[in-house]
Nanobody, 122 residues
Framework: QVQLVESGGGLVQPGESLRLSCVAS????????LGWYRQAPGKQRELIAS???????NYADSVKGRFTISRDNAKNTMYLQMNSLKPEDTAVYYC????????????????WGQGTQVTVSS
Protein backbone atom coordinates (compact mmCIF):
# COMPACT_ATOMS: atom_id res chain seq x y z
CA GLN A 1 0.00 0.00 0.00
CA VAL A 2 1.58 3.25 -1.17
CA GLN A 3 1.01 6.31 0.98
CA LEU A 4 2.01 9.85 0.11
CA VAL A 5 2.36 12.62 2.67
CA GLU A 6 2.85 16.23 1.61
CA SER A 7 4.22 19.00 3.77
CA GLY A 8 5.63 22.49 3.48
CA GLY A 9 2.56 24.54 2.65
CA GLY A 10 1.67 27.74 4.41
CA LEU A 11 0.89 31.43 4.17
CA VAL A 12 3.46 33.63 2.45
CA GLN A 13 3.60 37.09 0.92
CA PRO A 14 3.94 37.69 -2.82
CA GLY A 15 7.51 37.25 -3.99
CA GLU A 16 8.43 34.83 -1.24
CA SER A 17 9.36 31.15 -1.56
CA LEU A 18 8.20 27.80 -0.27
CA ARG A 19 9.41 24.25 -0.70
CA LEU A 20 6.88 21.45 -0.70
CA SER A 21 7.85 17.87 0.07
CA CYS A 22 6.07 14.61 -0.65
CA VAL A 23 7.27 11.45 1.08
CA ALA A 24 6.21 8.04 -0.23
CA SER A 25 6.05 4.89 1.83
CA UNK A 26 5.46 1.33 0.83
CA UNK A 27 6.77 1.58 -2.70
CA UNK A 28 9.83 1.30 -4.89
CA UNK A 29 9.91 5.03 -5.41
CA UNK A 30 12.49 5.09 -8.19
CA UNK A 31 10.24 3.29 -10.70
CA UNK A 32 7.60 6.01 -10.67
CA UNK A 33 7.35 9.19 -12.63
CA LEU A 34 6.12 11.98 -10.38
CA GLY A 35 3.80 14.91 -10.69
CA TRP A 36 2.73 17.96 -8.72
CA TYR A 37 -0.79 19.29 -9.16
CA ARG A 38 -2.75 22.14 -7.68
CA GLN A 39 -6.40 22.99 -7.30
CA ALA A 40 -7.63 26.48 -6.63
CA PRO A 41 -11.15 27.14 -5.29
CA GLY A 42 -13.73 26.68 -8.01
CA LYS A 43 -11.19 25.37 -10.49
CA GLN A 44 -10.15 21.97 -11.76
CA ARG A 45 -7.02 20.25 -10.57
CA GLU A 46 -4.15 21.05 -12.91
CA LEU A 47 -0.76 19.48 -13.52
CA ILE A 48 1.98 22.03 -12.92
CA ALA A 49 5.19 19.98 -12.90
CA SER A 50 6.38 16.46 -13.59
CA UNK A 51 9.61 14.52 -13.48
CA UNK A 52 10.46 11.22 -15.14
CA UNK A 53 12.42 8.36 -13.62
CA UNK A 54 15.43 9.68 -15.46
CA UNK A 55 15.04 13.22 -14.17
CA UNK A 56 13.47 14.91 -17.20
CA UNK A 57 11.13 17.69 -16.13
CA ASN A 58 8.14 19.50 -17.58
CA TYR A 59 6.28 22.54 -16.32
CA ALA A 60 3.06 24.34 -16.95
CA ASP A 61 3.56 27.75 -18.52
CA SER A 62 2.09 29.40 -15.43
CA VAL A 63 4.98 28.22 -13.23
CA LYS A 64 7.84 27.82 -15.69
CA GLY A 65 10.94 29.63 -14.51
CA ARG A 66 9.63 29.99 -10.96
CA PHE A 67 9.02 26.43 -9.77
CA THR A 68 11.42 23.49 -9.74
CA ILE A 69 10.49 19.85 -9.29
CA SER A 70 13.07 17.38 -8.04
CA ARG A 71 13.32 13.93 -6.55
CA ASP A 72 15.53 12.09 -4.08
CA ASN A 73 15.01 8.38 -4.63
CA ALA A 74 17.15 7.46 -1.63
CA LYS A 75 14.72 9.35 0.60
CA ASN A 76 11.54 8.37 -1.29
CA THR A 77 10.83 12.08 -1.53
CA MET A 78 9.86 14.55 -4.21
CA TYR A 79 10.07 18.31 -3.88
CA LEU A 80 8.58 21.41 -5.39
CA GLN A 81 10.64 24.55 -4.90
CA MET A 82 8.39 27.54 -5.47
CA ASN A 83 9.97 30.97 -5.92
CA SER A 84 8.53 34.38 -6.71
CA LEU A 85 5.12 33.28 -5.51
CA LYS A 86 2.06 35.15 -6.72
CA PRO A 87 -1.47 35.40 -5.31
CA GLU A 88 -2.69 33.29 -8.23
CA ASP A 89 -0.51 30.42 -6.95
CA THR A 90 -2.90 30.07 -4.01
CA ALA A 91 -4.26 26.52 -4.10
CA VAL A 92 -4.12 23.10 -2.52
CA TYR A 93 -1.08 21.28 -3.87
CA TYR A 94 -1.05 17.53 -4.43
CA CYS A 95 1.62 15.02 -5.35
CA UNK A 96 1.06 11.98 -7.53
CA UNK A 97 3.00 8.82 -8.33
CA UNK A 98 2.52 7.93 -11.96
CA UNK A 99 3.88 5.86 -14.78
CA UNK A 100 6.93 6.62 -16.86
CA UNK A 101 6.24 6.01 -20.54
CA UNK A 102 9.56 6.43 -22.32
CA UNK A 103 10.45 9.44 -20.23
CA UNK A 104 6.96 10.93 -20.18
CA UNK A 105 4.90 11.16 -16.99
CA UNK A 106 1.41 9.69 -16.98
CA UNK A 107 -0.68 10.16 -13.81
CA UNK A 108 -2.07 7.39 -11.67
CA UNK A 109 -5.57 7.76 -10.26
CA UNK A 110 -4.55 5.58 -7.38
CA UNK A 111 -1.57 7.33 -5.74
CA TRP A 112 -2.35 10.80 -4.42
CA GLY A 113 -1.27 12.72 -1.38
CA GLN A 114 -3.77 14.43 0.91
CA GLY A 115 -2.83 17.91 -0.25
CA THR A 116 -1.15 20.88 1.38
CA GLN A 117 -2.52 24.42 1.33
CA VAL A 118 -0.45 27.23 -0.13
CA THR A 119 -1.77 30.76 0.35
CA VAL A 120 -0.04 33.77 -1.16
CA SER A 121 -1.38 37.02 0.19
CA SER A 122 -0.18 40.36 1.43
Amino acid sequence: QVQLVESGGGLVQPGESLRLSCVASGSIFAIYALGWYRQAPGKQRELIASISTGGSTNYADSVKGRFTISRDNAKNTMYLQMNSLKPEDTAVYYCNLGTDYSGTYSPSERYWGQGTQVTVSS
